[in-house]
C-alpha cells in the first residue's frame, strides 16, 4: 500500500533578517538574524511589547520598509529586489492590509472604500461594485454600504477595513494590532470575524498584536524580544 505524503506550500519565507536604524549618535538594531516561515492557509500571531520590532517586521513582509539584510519571499515575489512599480503591483495582488486605524478615505461610503482598490487595479467598477456589496455583507455591514467612516462605530469602520483588504483576492493578510483601537467587546467581534473571513476566503493570516487571548486563537504564536523571533 503506497503512503501520500501532504506537504503544505510555504507562501512566505524570511532568512536572516535584519533592520538597523542609524542616527548621528547611534545605532539601533531592531531585528536581527530573523528567520520565519509561513504556510498557505495558516494562521500565525506575533506577540511582544511596544518598540520589540513586530511591526517593523510586518511592514517589511508587506513591502513599507525596507530590510538592512537578509531576504524575504513572498510567493512569486523576492522583496529585496522590487522596483517601486512592482511593490505596488504586490501590494495590490498580493496582500491585504488591516491596521490598527482603519485609513478609510473620509469622503468616501463603505461601498467606495471597499471597491476603490479593485477599481484603480483594473476591475470594471460595476464587478468591482457587486463584489464590494457581497464582501460588506460578509462582515454584516449590507445596511451601511452608503455611510460615510464618520457615520460609522469604531468597530464598523474596522469591518469595512477587513472587506476592502479582501477585495482584490490577495492569498496572504497582515493585520497589524487591528483591535488595538477598540473597546474589549468589539476586540473579541473584529478578531473573530478576522479569523472566520480567512477561513471562508482560504487566507493565510499574520498578525500582531499584544493581546494574548486573541494570540492564542492561532495554531503558530511567536513572541519577538531582542530582535529576535521565539515559538510560544
Not at 478615505?105 to 476591475?123: R, Y
Request: proline share 3%.
Amino acid at each position: 500500500m503506497l503512503r501520500r505524503s501532504c506537504t503544505m506550500n510555504k507562501i512566505l519565507t524570511v532568512k536572516n533578517l535584519e533592520k538597523t536604524y542609524k542616527t548621528d549618535i547611534e545605532t539601533l538594531t531592531v531585528l536581527k538574524n530573523l528567520n520565519f516561515e509561513a504556510v498557505e492557509g495558516s494562521k500565525t500571531a506575533i506577540v511582544g511589547e511596544s518598540g520589540s520590532g513586530k511591526s517593523t517586521l510586518l511592514n517589511i513582509i508587506g513591502s513599507i520598509d525596507t530590510a538592512t539584510g537578509g531576504t524575504v519571499q513572498a510567493g512569486k515575489w523576492n522583496l529585496t529586489s522590487l522596483s517601486e512599480r512592482e511593490k505596488s503591483e504586490y501590494r495590490s495582488s498580493f496582500l491585504g492590509l488591516v491596521f490598527q486605524f482603519h485609513y478609510l478615505l473620509k469622503d468616501f461610503t463603505s461601498l467606495e472604500n471597499v471597491f476603490m482598490p479593485a477599481f484603480m487595479a483594473g476591475v470594471p467598477r460595476k464587478t468591482a461594485e457587486e463584489k464590494a456589496r457581497s464582501l460588506l455583507e460578509d462582515v454584516g455591514l449590507s445596511k451601511r454600504i452608503s455611510h460615510l467612516p464618520s457615520e460609522l462605530s469604531g468597530g464598523e469602520r474596522q469591518r469595512v477595513a477587513v472587506a476592502r483588504a479582501l477585495i482584490n483576492d490577495p492569498p496572504l493578510i497582515l493585520a497589524d494590532e487591528p483591535t488595538g483601537n477598540l473597546d474589549p467587546a468589539n476586540a473579541v467581534l473584529i478578531s473573530e470575524l478576522l479569523f472566520s473571513m480567512a477561513d471562508k476566503y482560504k487566507k493565510t493570516l499574520i498578525l500582531v498584536t499584544h493581546d494574548l487571548k486573541i494570540a492564542e486563537k492561532c495554531a503558530d504564536r511567536y513572541t519577538i524580544a531582542d530582535g529576535r523571533l521565539e515559538k510560544l
